[in-house]
Each structure stands twice: as structure tokens, then as C-alpha cells.
């Protein structure tokens, strides 16, 4: 079994800045393509930043230039940080990972998400 694990998530002030993490474990083969996606109340799951197959990241046009993500292939891990963060940064975040298992087959797999609230 796979678990997608995210940490992290916070209250932080507007301007601050914030780090999560998001740890994949289990038997698989690889992790083949991250993401990190965010819902806030009433609004669609939509896409911060991730690496695809290639490891090329890309960043939501409302994040760029604030966000850094990064990833550890050697501990299933991929950080992202986020500066100069905006009340409109709260949200649920979630990691999503695309997960080539043993058997060489690709599943997307979801962490439980995890809060992070800009306010003063």
C-alpha cells in the first residue's frame, strides 16, 4: 500500500512564508510525475506547481515567482515553498502523486490535504 503524506500547513501572516512537504511510502517503483494542488471553500481543486514525467516544474500563473517547489527521488519526497503569501493563498493543499508501481503501472494517488490560512 501507498500513502501520500503532506505536512506543513499552518497559520502564517500576510507576507510570511511557508514550507510543506509531502512524502510518499509504501511499495511502488517510482514516483513518476508530483503535484500540489489547492481548494479553498466553494472553489474548484485547482493546480499550485508540480514536476511532470520529465521533472520540468510548473507553476499556476497566481503563484509564479513566489513559489519554489523541489523534489528528493532518492526519499519519495517534494517540498514546496511559498513566499510573500496572500490571504488568497488560503486553502487545502494536496499532494498528488503519480505513482509507477512494481508492475510497472501508473496510479494517481492523493494525500488528506492539509491547511494553511494567511490572515494577521
Known amino acids: 500500500q501507498v500513502r501520500i503524506v503532506e505536512s506543513g500547513g499552518g497559520l502564517v501572516q500576510p507576507g510570511g512564508s511557508l514550507t510543506l512537504s509531502c512524502a510518499a511510502s509504501?511499495?511502488?517503483?517510482?514516483?513518476?510525475?508530483w503535484g500540489w494542488y489547492r481548494q479553498s471553500p466553494g472553489q474548484e481543486r485547482e493546480l499550485v506547481a508540480g514536476?511532470?514525467?520529465?521533472?520540468?516544474?510548473s507553476y499556476a500563473n497566481s503563484v509564479k515567482g513566489r513559489a519554489t517547489i523541489s523534489r528528493d527521488n532518492a526519499k519519495n519526497i517534494m517540498t514546496l515553498q511559498m513566499n510573500s503569501l496572500k490571504p488568497e493563498d488560503t486553502a487545502v493543499y494536496f499532494c498528488?502523486?503519480?505513482?509507477?508501481?512494481?508492475?510497472?503501472?501508473?496510479?494517481?494517488?492523493w494525500g488528506q490535504g492539509t491547511q494553511v490560512t494567511v490572515a494577521s
Open positions: 514536476f511532470d514525467g520529465d521533472s520540468f516544474p
Open positions: 498528488s502523486a503519480e505513482v509507477q508501481g512494481m508492475n510497472l503501472e501508473h496510479r494517481i494517488l
Open positions: 509504501g511499495s511502488f517503483w517510482t514516483i513518476y510525475a
